[in-house]
């Protein structure tokens, strides 16, 4: 698969080099951000964050490490990966790490 390098003004020419690795945030904060995508948006915070924390410190516990160790990083490693994302619809959050785990435990059964 080949990625086009133009401008992305021209029909038919792809996105330019910088277009496809500019983070989501930037390109948001360009278009326009309201209150109503802000209200959306800390509810959807909400909802993650009430499954995110204690599957977090699940797999911190799992991990032999503290609970508290679960949660600063699934703090910090959400809003990395919210920030640096490069989609508006991408899940990032402690599910993938939980992957590790299952694999390590099903590879020992």
Do not use: C, H
Not at 8 to 30: D, M, W
Not at 62 to 71: D, K, V, W, Y
Request: net charge neutral.
């Amino acid at each position: 698969m080949a990625i086009a390098m133009g401008s992305g003004g021209a029909k038919g020419e792809g996105p330019s080099f910088v277009e496809l690795f500019t983070p989501k945030l930037v390109t948001v904060l360009r278009e326009g951000y309201g209150l109503d995508a802000l209200r959306a948006d800390a509810l959807a915070g909400l909802t993650v964050a009430i499954v995110a924390l204690p599957l977090s410190m699940a797999i911190a516990i799992a991990s032999g490490t503290t609970p508290e160790r679960g949660i600063y990083t699934a703090i910090v490693g959400g809003f990395l990966v919210s920030a640096l994302g490069g989609s508006r619809f991408q899940i990032g959050g402690p599910a993938g790490a939980f992957i590790v785990l299952v694999a390590a435990t099903a590879s020992t059964a």
